[in-house]
Every structure is written in C-alpha cells, then in structure tokens.
C-alpha cells in the first residue's frame, strides 16, 4: 500500500507563494508518475499539474502556467508544487496522487480516475 503525505500548506495573501511537499511511502518511485489536483468547495477536483516518472514531461493547467512549477526528487520519493503569484479563487484543498507506471514512457497523467493512490489533501488559503 502506498501511503502519500502532503505538507505545506496554509494561508498566504494573495500574491504570495508556497511550496508543497509530497512524500511517497514507496519502494520504487520511479515507476510512478505524479500528480497535483485541488478540490474546492462546491467545485470537482481538478488536475493543477502532472508529471512522468523522471521529471521530463509535464503538464500544468492553463491557470496556473507560469506561476507554478512541479518537480520530483526521486531519491527522496517526493513531489513538489512551487506556487507563486497565489489568488483568491486558489484556495483550495490540494491533493497528491500516484499512477503506478510500469514502463519508462514519459506519460502523465491529468484525469484523477487515472490515479491509484491519494494523499489526505493539504489545505491552502489565499486571502484577498
């Protein structure tokens, strides 16, 4: 079982940045491609980023090109999401997932049916 634990999180202005962390309680990291969504409430979770098993090929939503930045360490089995120039309409709660990968295609991945395994979500605010 794969366990997934979100860190970072918090409340910030709007403007400010922050960095999620996300650490994967795996043996193999490398054969997983990751991925950031966030849910807000009332709305459907939606992919903000998405990465392959190396950190080659990535995806990022339209709203938040440019301003956020996922990379992955994977002799630390960890997933980030730098997020800078944060607004209001991003507060939401943020969720790490894992698609185990069993070849070395640079895929992601960016429907959450796609994902196997979820973190518990980190909340992020950003005041106005």
């Known amino acids: 079982q794969v366990q997934l634990v979100e860190s970072g999180g918090g409340l910030v202005q709007a403007g400010g940045s922050l960095r999620l962390s996300c650490v994967a309680s795996?043996?193999?990291?490398?054969?997983?491609?990751m991925g950031w969504f966030r849910q807000a409430p009332g709305k459907e979770r939606e992919c903000v980023s998405a990465?392959?098993?190396?950190?080659?090929?990535?995806y990022y939503a339209d709203s938040v090109k440019g301003r956020f930045t996922i990379s992955r360490d994977n002799a630390k089995n960890t997933v980030y999401l730098q997020m800078n120039s944060l607004k209001p309409e991003e507060t939401a709660v943020y969720y790490c997932?894992?698609?185990?990968?069993?070849?070395?295609?640079?895929?992601?991945?960016?429907?959450?049916?796609?994902?196997?395994?979820w973190g518990q979500g980190t909340q992020v605010t950003v005041s106005s």
């Open positions: 997932a894992a698609k185990f990968h069993s070849t070395w295609a640079s895929v992601y991945f960016t429907r959450s049916g796609q994902y196997d395994y």
């Open positions: 795996v043996r193999s990291f490398s054969n997983y491609a």
């Open positions: 990465m392959d098993w190396s950190g080659g090929s990535t």
